[in-house]
């Protein structure tokens, strides 16, 4: 029983390590990859309070360096899936009841122990299995996740103090439940913190939860469980299972007690999900809630007064870093023909000084993309620009899978607005760019609202003000998260919620109070002090 108010400050976000040569940290880190990989992890699934093996184990190899293995996972099939959901509705009932200062310990206690004890090797597994080079690990699993678990707690806390008015004689209160029944959080290979965010923000919220992550995110996945499970997560209320997709969806969206979906992925596959959903809500005990995260054609729109240096350097840090593997990543550029020559030449100048390898060679910008698929789907955008008479490729267009998915940062330009390249989702290490008049700014404006059915994220690089001001104005749409003079990447917890909207997903932001309200129900009550006794009402009396 809870005999006090809790509240919880806003959190600092945590500190990021520069992992410059002779800091302590560089030397923690790169002892941490040396470690993983010098030994080959069994990976189990978590369900109740049973590590789950099957015996279907999959391997699992670092995208950089196929050659290598770090270790196997047991892959499920649907009676896992059944039985993760049994677990999660056994978990409910005391989980949902307890005081809500005890759950939120658990996940602040989680993230320290991510910030300090287990900051290293979880940036190792997260820069190991997801090809991620120093910076781009620890801005994720160093940072983001950690900010996640800390700030969610704090908005927790405000929604939680929100109360309604009172009129006299009567007390009025909300109570935020939980969900009724279990939450399915479907998590992606490219940021360690999104896929600890996604079952652990319905979780501290009094919900249980199904937590299937990407397959090639399994292994840093698997630390984050045993993260939370130290931190004192009771058994039952994140269930780690690794299922076929079409499974999983087939189990989860005609459940009866199916709650909502915690979702970040590609927009195919969510629309898939909203269709299964939609097509079985006569099964479920309630509306469930639908929180998708999906895919980005973000761009970077460069106005005729922008500054050149720092237009190069948004597109370089804005399409390359990671691999462009970032649903943010810059992937079409508009450049005004009064700076195009210059800031291609400099762009063109700067990709060719990006070393690319391995990640243990912390020397190294780019790194592998992460699998063989999506290796092959970018190298076939690559190929259509080659062959294409209205486009060509100006650096890059290389690539090679013979020792790990590598392919070259590559910069296309194009004279077709309507190039394919400029319109469609590649998700790799590719920015297309186009030229238009410097004169013509109000109608590349309409061009860059129309272009991708995508509103994710996107930049305007300008020193005129009104510039800046007319496609805050005209672009309102077309971006969830909105950057002036920066690069339309490296969203922060706490200072700019993440999410768009159109193809993008449902733009509940991730980061704020307004997700943590999607995993919460609420119950007026009200009490009446004095009820009456008799019906009438003064009106009724003749005059």
């Not at 630390?223 to 269930?239: R, S």
């Amino acid at each position: 029983m809870s005999l006090g108010t809790f509240h919880y400050s806003r959190p600092q976000n945590e500190p990021t390590y520069s992992y410059a040569p002779g800091t302590k940290e560089r030397i923690a880190l790169q002892e941490a990859i040396k470690a993983l990989k010098s030994k080959e992890v069994e990976i189990p699934m978590y369900i109740g309070a049973e590590e789950v093996t099957t015996g279907k184990k999959i391997a699992i190899h670092p995208p950089h360096e196929i050659a290598h293995t770090l270790g196997y996972f047991h892959f499920g099939d649907t009676s896992h899936v059944e039985k993760a959901i049994e677990a999660a509705k056994a978990a409910k009932p005391n989980w949902e009841n307890m005081p809500w200062e005890e759950r939120a310990a658990i996940f602040l206690r989680a993230a320290d122990l991510f910030a300090t004890k287990y900051r290293f090797e979880l940036n190792a597994a997260t820069m190991l299995c997801q090809s991620k080079n120093p910076f781009q690990a620890e801005i994720d699993a160093g940072n983001e996740l950690v900010d996640f678990l800390r700030f969610n707690v704090h908005f927790l806390s405000e929604i939680y103090a929100e109360q309604p008015a009172s009129s006299t004689g009567t007390y009025n209160r909300t109570e935020w439940r939980p969900l009724e029944g279990f939450v399915l959080a479907v998590t992606p290979f490219n940021f360690t913190a999104i896929a600890g965010n996604l079952p652990c923000a319905p979780a501290l919220c009094g919900n249980t939860v199904v937590w299937k992550p990407a397959d090639a995110q399994v292994y840093s996945a698997q630390i984050v469980m045993k993260v939370l499970k130290e931190a004192g997560l009771p058994d039952g209320v994140i269930n780690l299972i690794y299922v076929d997709g079409k499974e999983l969806g087939d189990v989860c969206f005609s459940h009866h007690d199916f709650a909502g979906v915690h979702f970040t992925g590609s927009s195919a596959v969510f629309k898939t999900i909203w269709k299964n959903i939609g097509t079985n809500v006569d099964k479920f005990r309630t509306f469930p809630r639908i929180v998708g995260e999906t895919g980005g054609k973000d761009f970077v729109l460069i106005h005729k007064s922008a500054a050149v240096d720092s237009s190069v350097v948004a597109l370089a840090r804005g399409a390359f870093e990671y691999q462009g593997q970032k649903c943010s990543a810059a992937s079409r550029a508009y450049i005004p023909s009064n700076l195009a020559d210059e800031i291609l030449e400099k762009l063109v100048a700067m990709v060719k000084t990006f070393t690319i390898g391995t990640v243990e060679d912390f020397s190294n910008y780019i790194n592998a993309v992460i699998h063989e698929q999506s290796f092959d789907k970018i190298a076939s955008y690559i190929e259509t620009a080659k062959a294409a008479s209205d486009a060509e490729i100006i650096v890059g267009g290389t690539y090679d899978k013979s020792k790990g998915y590598f392919v070259s940062p590559t910069v296309i330009k194009t004279t077709n607005k309507d190039f394919v390249t400029l319109s469609e989702e590649i998700f790799g290490p590719v920015l297309t760019v186009y030229v238009y008049d410097e004169n013509e700014f109000e109608e590349i404006i309409k061009v860059v609202d129309s272009t991708s059915p995508y509103a994710l994220t996107g930049s305007i690089l300008a020193t005129d003000r009104n510039a800046v001001a007319y496609a805050t104005q005209h672009l309102r749409n077309a971006a969830g998260n909105f950057y002036v003079n920066d690069k339309p990447t490296g969203a922060v917890v706490g200072q700019q919620p993440f999410g768009g909207a159109r193809a993008s997903g449902t733009n509940d932001k991730a980061g704020s109070k307004l997700n943590m309200y999607r995993w919460l129900s609420a119950r007026s009550i009200k009490e009446t002090f004095n009820p009456p006794t008799d019906y009438t009402y003064p009106f009724l009396q003749k005059d």
